[in-house]
């Protein structure tokens, strides 16, 4: 843990709203799911309630973005929190009742995915507003660290929550589910109370209160920044190919690989939790990228993507769970130091009062396209195996890394540019 970015009074306060907020969000994502399939078991009511959080989410999040550039994140995202006390606070008097219908559980469910459409923008803009830059890769690997321990710690603690309630009638076992979403809107209300207390920086480039122009215009105008910005274009349009053609496939991949060669549902998990350690242990290494200055920031990010698709070619050909775990270890290590690094990156890169917009732009990337990829994933399984599955997706991986060093200036880009430079 970096000493420096410990001491700091607004990283302590994000990073314990943070936690709360994180792991609260987990009880959600275990017991809505549940209570849908208490409700109707109907897997298509599943379907269509998970259909309604991410269509918002992917659909608002430049508006989102947009939003946070004109009122500042902290203002945003104080928002969002307040609206999901009230959203969840809803859901769970309603099913500790037994009213929750799924008429109520519908536009409750779009609800959450709307605020959700602001939250993640303003999130990802609020670190550079609150911690020196010096501390910025610091402050990004630890905030990215914690939300992999909660990402690996919250789904046990609601499955607990789960398990130990009675579950004999079935107005017990809803109100367990009320428990958890109740635990949810306390996370929420108290991790407003930590981001009160976070104080905004003065940056430079800061140019103060932003122009009032028309919300879409000022969409269209952060689209038309990070166009022409040329090293932000360029590896926003790479992150885009990588995830149409790869991100999107190996969330169908991956749980198939478990169930039809694997044959256990506990190799999923085991797969998933060693690619979540391997996460966490390269966010852990991202402690490393001053060290690295002399590498530029493009020709790192390449080299790495080169070798994650090597690792991914022969992972539709395993036999063992034990050889599935460890090629993905190596794949999370990869993933948690990049991720690191690309947030630093884009932080440091764009101007504060575009920065709201820059990081929903990036989000909407893997948000919007990434389902798009895996519903042709589910057509391409038809017509292919597994196995020819993960090595198409490691060469196309390889592929794009390697055209995008010869073809683009991705491998010149530096690790700290100045933030207001335009190529």
């Not at 609150?130 to 630890?142: C, R």
Request: charged share 10%; hydrophobic share 60%; net charge positive.
């Amino acid at each position: 843990m970096n000493a420096a970015a410990w001491r700091d009074a607004n990283l302590r306060w994000l990073l314990a709203g943070g936690a709360l907020s994180l792991v609260g969000d987990q009880f959600t994502l275990i017991a809505l799911p549940w209570l849908v399939l208490q409700i109707t078991g109907d897997a298509l009511a599943l379907g269509f309630v998970i259909a309604l959080m991410s269509v918002p989410r992917a659909v608002f999040i430049l508006l989102g973005g947009a939003l946070v550039d004109r009122y500042s994140p902290k203002h945003v995202m104080m928002l969002s929190k307040y609206a999901s006390v009230v959203l969840l606070g809803t859901l769970a008097g309603l099913t500790w009742g037994g009213h929750a219908s799924m008429a109520v559980v519908y536009v409750l469910a779009f609800g959450i995915g709307l605020a959700q459409a602001f939250a993640m923008p303003s999130g990802t803009a609020m670190l550079p507003r609150a911690v020196p830059g010096p501390l910025l890769g610091p402050a990004n690997g630890m905030m990215m660290g914690l939300r992999q321990l909660a990402l690996l710690a919250g789904p046990l603690l609601a499955a607990l929550l789960l398990a130990l309630a009675p579950a004999t009638a079935g107005n017990v076992g809803m109100r367990a589910l009320a428990v958890a979403f109740a635990i949810d809107c306390a996370s929420f209300i108290l991790s407003a109370w930590t981001l009160a207390q976070v104080r905004l920086l003065d940056l430079p480039g800061d140019t103060g209160a932003p122009a009032r122009e028309p919300v879409l215009r000022s969409v269209a105008s952060g689209l038309v920044a990070v166009w022409r910005d040329v090293p932000l274009r360029t590896c926003f349009l790479y992150w885009g190919l990588v995830s149409l053609f790869v991100g999107g496939a190996l969330q169908v991949a991956l749980p198939l690989l478990a169930s039809d060669t694997l044959r256990s549902a506990p190799a999923y998990g085991v797969l998933m939790g060693a690619h979540g350690a391997g996460t966490l242990l390269g966010m852990a290494g991202s402690t490393l990228l001053p060290r690295l200055k002399a590498v530029p920031f493009g020709a790192l990010l390449l080299a790495a993507d080169v070798v994650a698709g090597l690792l991914l070619m022969p992972l539709g050909g395993i036999h063992a769970t034990w050889q599935g775990a460890v090629l993905l270890i190596v794949l999370g290590l990869l993933s948690g130091f990049l991720q690191v690094a690309i947030f630093t990156w884009i932080q440091r890169r764009v101007a504060p009062q575009m920065l709201g917009r820059a990081m929903s732009i990036f989000l909407f990337i893997f948000m919007g396209l990434a389902p798009l990829s895996a519903a042709a994933t589910g057509w391409l399984l038809q017509h292919m195996s597994l196995a020819t599955l993960f090595t198409a997706c490691g060469g196309t991986l390889v592929a794009c890394a390697t055209l995008a060093w010869l073809w683009t200036p991705m491998r010149t880009i530096a690790m700290t540019p100045p933030a207001t430079q335009q190529d």
